[in-house]
């Protein structure tokens, strides 16, 4: 018995007349009689009791009518909600992604996807940058919002650079830099300076050391703390200079961020594997896009 079988059958049973049965279903009667016939021979038992002047259902296609109505509403969904995963609508988001570069735009950007895509399921892991391009390649998440690392470029994955974000250093407002529009790598020679730990962004401090390096000297750090909150919580505390990324202060927090000079950028990067481009992703990506092109990732 096909699925066809039971849309036929129940055609004749809400209309309970072959006639009407046959005109709504855009088949010639005898068609839909052998149809009927088929289903009886399979059940073993008579669905419809036919005569010259009605049709009316039996015991048996009473209940047939009752299962026939859940199991085609159960192969109709199943059908729409193929459809909304093979469109994107639909699915799941596993999303892997760095702290406080993110901070300006994912909360927005993933609120602007679950208005789109309401009905995929969005989980978040923040996590170091080696361990999101480990955990993409892995396919433990679908995409990465993180930093390049060592050796990125041999794991395979596709990327799209979002933002070169400059280096700079973060001192509380009376600090003799805090008025200066830039400040040389060389003037933090003689400085104490707070940078993130490299097990938790290798890119960024391996920026700072090289900073310092191409300025002819070692630099002086005494913290290394895993977040970039306790960078900033050192420099309030009057510890040491902290080199961060630009975009890292809010809006009311009372440091001052001062670009270094000469420009050294770190990337932002997505990142995902070309085998695993779901639809879900894909919306992702497209979305991603249309900020980028319109400036709403920083505006």
């Given at each position: 018995m096909e699925l066809r079988h039971l849309r036929y059958f129940q055609a004749v049973a809400e209309e309970l007349s072959f006639t009407r049965a046959s005109r709504r279903l855009h088949i010639a009667q005898p068609a839909l009689s052998r149809a009927i016939k088929e289903i009886e021979t399979d059940l073993g038992a008579a669905v419809l009791e036919r005569t010259t002047s009605r049709v009316r259902l039996t015991a048996a296609g009473e209940v047939l009518l009752r299962e026939s109505a859940v199991l085609l509403e159960r192969w109709e969904e199943a059908l729409r909600k193929v459809?909304?995963?093979?469109?994107?609508?639909?699915?799941?988001?596993?999303?892997?992604?760095?702290?406080?570069?993110?901070?300006?735009?994912?909360?927005?950007?993933?609120?602007?996807?679950?208005?789109?895509?309401?009905?995929?399921?969005?989980?978040?892991?923040?996590?170091?940058?080696?361990?999101?391009?480990?955990?993409?390649?892995?396919?433990?998440?679908?995409?990465?919002?993180?930093?390049?690392v060592p050796l990125s470029e041999d794991l395979g994955l596709q990327t799209i650079e979002l933002r070169a974000e400059r280096l700079g250093i973060v001192v509380p407002p009376g600090h003799p830099f805090s008025k200066r529009k830039a400040v040389l790598w060389s003037a933090?020679?003689?400085?104490?300076?707070?940078?993130?730990?490299?097990?938790?962004?290798?890119?960024?401090?391996?920026?700072?050391?090289?900073?310092?390096?191409?300025?002819?000297?070692?630099?002086?750090?005494?913290?290394t703390p895993s977040l970039i909150g306790t960078v900033l919580s050192y420099v309030e505390a009057g510890t040491?200079?902290?080199?961060?990324?630009?975009?890292?202060?809010?809006?009311?927090?009372?440091?001052?961020?001062?670009?270094?000079?000469?420009?050294?950028?770190?990337?932002?990067?997505?990142?995902?594997?070309?085998?695993?481009?779901?639809?879900?992703?894909?919306?992702?990506?497209?979305?991603?896009?249309?900020?980028?092109?319109?400036?709403?990732?920083?505006?």
């Open positions: 459809r909304r995963t093979a469109s994107g609508e639909e699915g799941e988001l596993r999303l892997g992604y760095i702290g406080p570069p993110t901070q300006p735009f994912l909360g927005r950007l993933l609120g602007e996807y679950r208005r789109r895509y309401p009905r995929v399921s969005i989980h978040l892991e923040e996590r170091t940058p080696e361990r999101v391009w480990e955990m993409v390649v892995k396919g433990k998440l679908s995409l990465g919002l993180t930093r390049p933090l020679e003689r400085e104490h300076l707070v940078v993130l730990a490299r097990r938790e962004g290798v890119g960024l401090h391996d920026a700072v050391l090289s900073g310092c390096r191409q300025s002819g000297f070692a630099p002086r750090i005494v913290q040491g200079i902290g080199v961060v990324t630009e975009g890292v202060l809010t809006r009311d927090n009372p440091l001052r961020f001062i670009p270094l000079s000469p420009t050294l950028t770190v990337p932002l990067v997505l990142v995902w594997q070309e085998d695993g481009d779901t639809p879900p992703l894909a919306r992702f990506r497209e979305l991603l896009g249309e900020w980028l092109k319109d400036g709403l990732l920083w505006g």
